[in-house]
């Protein structure tokens, strides 16, 4: 069992950078690879990026390439989610996961999520 806490959320204006966290325990962290989601209101959940147990491989939206950067600290057992040029489409609900599978990139393929944090972008 893995227990995965977000956090870094909040309120900025569109251009505008944040970075997100997200915690794990419970499980061993590096024998997974990681990604982030985000859900806007009235929409489903979607992709944003995933990264490999060892760092070396990414995967981005097209809507994120570019100005996110996902990584992690295995030694800390913490993945981060770097967002720059933040656009007001970019508000949403981001939530964490841990997969067991190969460049997962859909919500089925990951099997422990966060509660989620909050990231709104002003205009």
């Known amino acids: 069992q893995v227990q995965l806490v977000e956090s870094g959320g909040g309120l900025v204006q569109a251009g505008g950078s944040l970075r997100l966290s997200c915690a794990a325990s419970?499980?061993?962290?590096?024998?997974?690879?990681m990604g982030w989601f985000r859900q806007a209101p009235g929409k489903e959940r979607e992709f944003v990026a995933t990264?490999?147990?060892?760092?070396?491989?990414?995967y981005y939206a097209d809507s994120v390439k570019g100005r996110f950067t996902v990584s992690r600290d295995n030694s800390k057992n913490t993945l981060y989610l770097q967002m720059n040029s933040l656009k007001p489409e970019d508000t949403a609900v981001y939530y964490c996961?841990?997969?067991?599978?190969?460049?997962?990139?859909?919500?089925?393929?990951?099997?422990?999520w966060g509660q989620g944090t909050q990231v709104t972008v002003s205009s």
């Open positions: 996961a841990a997969s067991s599978a190969a460049r997962p990139t859909m919500t089925y393929e990951y099997d422990y």
């Open positions: 990264i490999s147990w060892s760092g070396g491989s990414t």
């Open positions: 419970g499980g061993t962290f590096r024998r997974y690879d």
